[in-house]
């Protein structure tokens, strides 16, 4: 899959997994849920996995009232927006505080063990702190995605530029810290060393523990030691599951696409991007310039508004509609500098990938329905 319309393209038909990155604000979101919408309509499964919908956009999708669950966009609502849709799209807002919990009760070997470990004040701390555990946990729910069977494609939204980063690598910080020194010596190696946390819980009824007890005046020890020896029996699943994760980011299946706006910042931020993937391996499908101005705005109802507008104008003095007219062409010129503008960025992202970046225009209002969202979805393949 290559970087221009055509890959584009492609990736829609052939991807199992797409991912839309770019600084804040240039319309991750929105390009996201285009993407999906477009590879539905041409007949895939789609999953969009969201971070933060725009409210009137997450109510378009279903998603106003939960957070957290997968709901499927009701095939109506794309005939009453004026569209067929060939495939099925499905839509879920990543709850990055939530997924935490869920792992911990998908890997935890018996139920139990899950409630003793979200139950203890540590894992409270562990799962807050740890390097990525958070961002971690939500990769792992796209994981998930891409292995259910029910759907062909996934679509995840990243959060802004800086913050991606950190999302993309949590499964290898995740794997670090667990193969870390300090890990192993909390947990015990392989064979022989028992660990820490078992060595002291060991000597649990015992002076070191009542003495520690006595020191940080409560039961900190005991909770310390239990939380990582349950929490040791989900850590060889988390491993496992970081692994996959990792190749999943990297996969032939995979593909990243980086949006930006047509101003020079954000386009500074999506080369810098763009090397920030090369350098991890992650592969980029291409460039996604949204809200580019037209380089000629006079579309045909454009035409007929103004004629009209013309025409109401008859009997208004010469004077004032040579005003009007001048004014209307100040904001021609002003469109067309900005349009000659945007063609620079164009140009850049063009240079730097091998091939045009993929354009959507500047629409006049924003993304709040599925038939915006169809604008948009529409000019990704136009
Ligand atoms: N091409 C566009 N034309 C008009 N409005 C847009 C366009 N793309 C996005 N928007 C609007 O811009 C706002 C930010 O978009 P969003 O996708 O939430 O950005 P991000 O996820 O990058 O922060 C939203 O209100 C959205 O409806
Ligand atoms: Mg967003």
Same mark, same amino acid.
């Given at each position: ?128 702190? #740890? ?197 209307? #062409? ?53």
């Amino acid at each position: 899959m290559s970087a221009d319309r055509t890959g584009f393209e492609r990736a829609l038909r052939d991807a199992r997994l797409l991912i839309t990155a770019g600084s804040g604000g240039v319309g991750k979101t929105t390009t996201a849920a285009a993407i999906g919408l477009r590879a539905a309509q041409a007949g895939r499964r789609v999953a969009v996995l969201t971070i933060d919908p725009a409210r009137r956009l997450a109510d378009a999708l279903g998603l106003s009232e939960l957070t957290g669950e997968l709901r499927q966009v009701d095939p109506t609502h794309f005939e009453a927006a004026g569209f067929a849709c060939a495939g099925e799209m499905w839509a879920m807002m990543l709850d990055i505080k939530t997924t935490g919990d869920q792992m911990v009760r998908r890997f935890a070997p018996d139920a139990e063990t899950a409630a003793r470990i979200l139950d203890n004040t540590y894992y409270q701390y562990f799962s807050t702190s #740890l390097a990525g555990a958070q961002e971690y946990m939500a990769v792992e729910q796209v994981r998930t995605l891409t292995a259910d069977e029910r759907f062909d494609l996934v679509v995840l939204d990243t959060p802004p530029a800086a913050h991606a980063l950190d999302f993309l690598d949590a499964p290898d910080r995740l794997l670090a810290a667990l193969d870390s020194r300090a890990m192993q010596v909390l947990r015990g190696g392989s064979d022989a060393d028992d660990g820490l946390a078992a060595r002291l819980l060991g000597r649990g009824k015992g002076l070191v523990l009542k003495s520690l007890n006595k020191l940080t005046g409560g039961p900190f020890i005991e909770e310390l030691t239990d939380f990582l020896l349950l929490f040791g029996s989900i850590l060889d699943a988390l491993k496992v599951s970081s692994r996959s994760v990792q190749a999943l980011l990297r996969a032939e299946t995979t593909r990243f696409f980086l949006v930006s706006a047509p101003y020079r910042a954000n386009v500074d931020e999506a080369v810098h991007f763009k090397e920030q993937l090369d350098r991890r391996g992650f592969p980029l499908g291409g460039f996604i310039i949204n809200r580019v101005h037209h380089p000629c705005p006079w579309i045909k109802d454009d035409v007929e508004t103004l004629a009209h507008a013309l025409d109401e104008l008859a009997d208004v003095p010469l004077a004032r509609r040579e005003a009007l007219v001048t004014r209307m #062409l100040a904001a021609l010129k002003a469109h067309q500098r900005m349009a000659e503008r945007d063609r620079e960025a164009v140009d850049r992202l063009a240079r730097l990938n091998h091939g045009p970046p993929v354009l959507v225009p500047l629409l006049p209002q924003d993304v709040r329905d599925l038939r915006g969202l169809d604008r948009v979805a529409r000019s990704l393949t136009a």
